[in-house]
C-alpha cells in the first residue's frame, strides 16, 4: 500500500520568499508523483507531475518539484512568493501502471504581505 | 481551454434519498474518475471508469454507489440511498489516458 504524508498543514510565508512545500511517499515500487492546487471555492489543478526522466520538474506559477528517491521525497519550491500562490496544496501519488491517486492531506500556504 | 464541469454545484439531500451527481469530462478524454473530499480530511479515489466498465474502485465505493455514462457526453454517480457520511466534495476528473486527472470544481452535497 502507499501514503503520502505531506509535513506541515500550514505554511505561512512572506511575499518574495522561498516557498518549500514538503511532500514524502512511501510505496513498494517508485510511483508517479504530482501536486496539485486548490483555490478557495474551485477544483484542483495539476501544477506539475514526475514519471519518468529527468528528477526536477517544473510546473506552472513558478513551481518546481524533485524526486529524490534516496529520501521518497517530492518536495515542492518557489523561489518568490506571490499573494496570489495563498492557496492549498496536494501532494499525490500513483503507482507505475496505475491511475488512482493517492493523497496527502493537503499544506495550506499563506503569503504574508 | 477545456475543462470538466459538475452540476449542481452544491446539493442538498434527506437522508435516504438517491443523488446524482453530473459530470462533463473534457471531450477527447477516455478515462473518468470519481473523488471525494469530507470536509477536514483528504480526497479520496472512489473509482475510475473505462470503456464503459468500472477499472478501479476503492472500499469507499460500495453497492450504494453507481457510475455510469448514459451518453457521449455525461458522467454520473448515484448515490442510492444517502447517509450522514455521504456528506462531502465531489469530485470528477478526467483523463486522456495520460498521467493526470483534470478534476472539476466539485458538488458539496449535504445529507441532512
Known amino acids: 500500500a502507499q501514503s503520502v504524508t505531506q509535513l506541515g498543514s500550514h505554511v505561512s510565508v512572506s511575499e518574495g520568499a522561498l516557498v518549500l512545500l514538503r511532500c514524502n511517499y512511501s510505496?513498494?515500487?517508485?510511483?508517479?508523483l504530482f501536486w496539485y492546487v486548490q483555490y478557495p471555492n474551485q477544483g484542483l489543478q495539476l501544477l506539475l507531475k514526475y514519471t519518468t526522466g529527468a528528477t526536477l520538474v517544473k510546473g506552472i506559477n513558478g513551481f518546481e518539484a524533485e524526486f529524490k528517491k534516496s529520501e521518497t521525497s517530492f518536495h515542492l519550491t518557489k523561489p518568490s512568493a506571490h499573494m496570489s500562490d495563498a492557496a492549498e496544496y496536494f501532494c499525490a501519488v500513483t503507482p507505475t501502471g496505475r491511475r488512482a491517486l493517492t493523497f496527502g492531506s493537503g499544506t495550506r500556504l499563506q503569503v504574508q504581505p | 481551454e477545456p475543462e470538466v464541469t459538475q452540476t449542481p454545484s452544491h446539493q442538498v439531500t434527506q437522508m435516504g434519498q438517491e443523488v446524482i451527481l453530473r459530470c462533463v469530462p473534457i471531450s477527447n478524454h477516455l478515462y473518468f474518475y470519481w473523488y471525494r473530499q469530507i470536509l477536514g480530511q483528504k480526497v479520496e479515489f472512489l473509482v475510475s471508469f473505462y470503456n464503459n466498465e468500472i477499472s478501479e474502485k476503492s472500499e469507499i465505493f460500495d453497492d450504494q454507489f453507481s457510475v455510469e455514462r448514459p451518453d457521449g457526453s455525461n458522467f454520473t454517480l448515484k448515490i442510492r440511498s444517502t447517509k450522514l457520511e455521504d456528506s462531502a466534495m465531489y469530485f470528477c476528473a478526467s483523463s486522456d489516458g495520460g498521467l493526470a486527472e483534470y478534476f472539476g470544481p466539485g458538488t458539496r452535497l449535504t445529507v441532512l
Open positions: 510505496s513498494s515500487v517508485p510511483p508517479y
